[in-house]
């Protein structure tokens, strides 16, 4: 099955570039696109882009049309605050190909280039990314992204638009581990309504910040405001992230001028994608307004598709639409609504429906070196808000204490002192994948704690060290008692289990006894990213 990310790519773009379709007459048109690349690459960043650090006050300049590549009137600047100068990082890692940032970005803009404005909140470091020079008679639809590295749960930021007369949601969460939310889509948020937060220190996933219907003020104006993160959130440590830590500005930025549609807006955009078990039906909203009356007409895109055709029956042209029950042929289907008003009409943004007939499972179950915790792994993603209750598993003989979320399908239970070879049974209750299927709390998994073995090697990894020294990693405080992974492993290589391509400040320790066959002088050899 695609990932979340690929599944998501027609759907990403769909808010952007569906303007023209032929279904709406009067429909708002695009009539300038820009991107912005922080620190583009010669040769590689396409000429047409404006190219901006964004990170000291004052950086900036005029924007680009795309088609063309004629300066625009419009332009961007930055304005940084706070006790000291944003950081300026190094080499990030870009979206995942097929991702909606990859969809967007790629062989425009550069993501995974040098240079990447840090924001701290212990130093109250702030960037306000000001566009001037809009056409206040016009509307704008907004893209952004960042991607620092593939293991920074704990480094987050949010972004809040500001200075508008009107403008709509259009973030797409691209991941499984919700790494971008509001405080519509994460009840814990410490958001206001014009902001959302994004991991943007684990982004390969390639979610997308952006706001639809953009009206700018009178001035001609609006900004974007960037800060780090500190409060709650779905996966990661983003309190722990603002004592020692950062969050980052935007990599890449897109913005289109798009017609205007009057005093029509919609003001509420139903959800970017939506998981619904099987023989179940999906519900969608809209909400919209204007001084004359509101009609509404839903419509469907087959899978695989951009092709809106209308939904037939009166139970389709209202603010609200219940689908029939999905069956698995509707897995995939894109639903918008077009919203008509004063001679306009305006899209809404599509759903993706993701059916899900499957019940989920536990596909493994293993015991670590240190006798202390459990890895259990499902075979889909699940809801994250369940999988970190102990109360929903079971095993019978150890206590469990408590339990960490590795990510939407593996946890780490930690367990009362295991003996050596014990044989127990798990058992998971009333967890549910993101589409509401229920595990089956009859079914248990057996599994053997750790002993000692031929062939076996202990591997235990230390996450966030925040440095690639091997006195970092004595110096970390949670070194050497509390590994965030300690599996056995039939050879002494990390990377089958702990991709160091992905990977950024972690520190690892492999034990075993090496039992030769016969007595000699042997010379042993190291090898490993960084420091060894």
């Known amino acids: 099955m695609k990932s979340l990310a690929s599944r998501l790519q027609l759907t990403a773009l769909a808010s952007i570039f569906l303007l023209g379709n032929a279904v709406q007459a009067q429909e708002t048109e695009i009539i300038w696109e820009a991107f912005i690349d922080y620190r583009g690459v010669e040769g590689e960043t396409h000429p047409n882009v404006a190219d901006y650090d964004l990170r000291l006050t004052d950086d900036g300049g005029p924007l680009k049309d795309f088609a063309t590549g004629t300066e625009l009137d419009a332009s961007v600047i930055v304005i940084s605050e706070g006790n000291v100068e ?77 200075g508008t007369d009107a403008h709509v949601s259009a973030h797409i969460d691209a991941s499984d581990n919700q790494n971008l939310f509001t405080n519509a889509t994460f009840e814990a948020a410490v958001l206001e309504d014009y902001q959302v937060a994004l991991n943007t220190g684990d982004n390969k996933t390639g979610s997308l910040i952006g706001w639809d219907n953009i009206e700018p003020g009178a001035d001609g104006e609006f900004t974007i405001e960037a800060e780090q993160y500190g409060g709650p959130t779905p996966f990661g440590n983003a309190v722990e992230g603002v004592t020692s ?114 019940i989920p499972s536990i596909t493994n179950v293993e015991a670590s070196i240190n006798f202390d915790a459990v890895y259990v792994t499902f075979s889909e993603p699940m809801k994250l808000g369940l999988l970190n209750d102990r109360t929903k598993y079971a095993i019978e003989g150890l206590f469990i204490n408590d339990v960490t979320v590795r990510d939407s399908t593996t946890v780490r239970l930690h367990t009362s ?28 998994v057996e599994f053997t704690t750790f002993t000692f073995a031929s062939e076996t090697v202990g591997l235990e990894i230390w996450e966030k060290v925040g440095g690639a020294a091997i006195n970092d990693l004595r110096n970390f405080a949670r070194f050497p008692s509390e590994p965030d992974i300690d599996y056995s492993t039939a050879t002494i290589d990390s990377d089958p289990f702990f991709a160091a391509v992905d990977q950024n400040t972690y520190g690892g320790r492999f034990r075993a006894w090496l039992l030769p066959e016969e007595s000699g002088s042997y010379e042993f050899f190291l090898l490993g990213v960084c420091r060894t």
Do not use: M
């Open 86 to 162: 944003p950081n300026d990082f190094g080499l990030n890692f870009p979206p995942n190909e097929g991702s909606p940032a990859y969809e967007l970005f790629n062989g425009k803009v550069v993501i995974g280039n040098d240079g990447l404005a840090g924001l701290q909140a212990r130093d109250e470091v702030k960037l306000s990314i000001v566009f001037k020079g809009l056409d206040s008679s016009k509307r704008y639809n907004f893209r952004a992204t960042s991607s620092r590295g593939g293991n920074y749960d704990d480094r987050w930021s949010f972004f809040g638009i500001v």
């Open 417 to 444: 002192q295991q003996p050596k070879a014990g044989k127990y049974s798990l058992v998971a209750k009333e967890l549910e994948d993101r589409a509401g299927n229920v595990i089956d709390s009859n079914a248990s």
């Open 245 to 358: 830590r950062y969050g980052y500005a935007l990599t890449a930025i897109y913005l289109a001028e798009i017609e205007s549609t009057g005093d029509l807006r919609i003001t509420e955009n139903p959800p970017a994608s939506l998981f619904v078990p099987e023989g179940s039906s999906a519900s969608f909203s809209v909400e919209a307004t204007s001084t004359n009356a509101l009609e509404y007409q839903w419509q469907r895109a087959a899978p695989g598709t951009e092709d809106f055709t209308d939904i037939a029956g009166a139970d389709a042209q209202n603010a609200t639409y219940t689908s029939p029950a999905l069956t698995a042929a509707d897995h995939l289907a894109s639903y918008r609504s077009v919203v008509k008003s004063g001679g306009f009409e305006l899209p809404s943004a599509a759903t993706l429906v993701e059916v899900d007939g499957v």
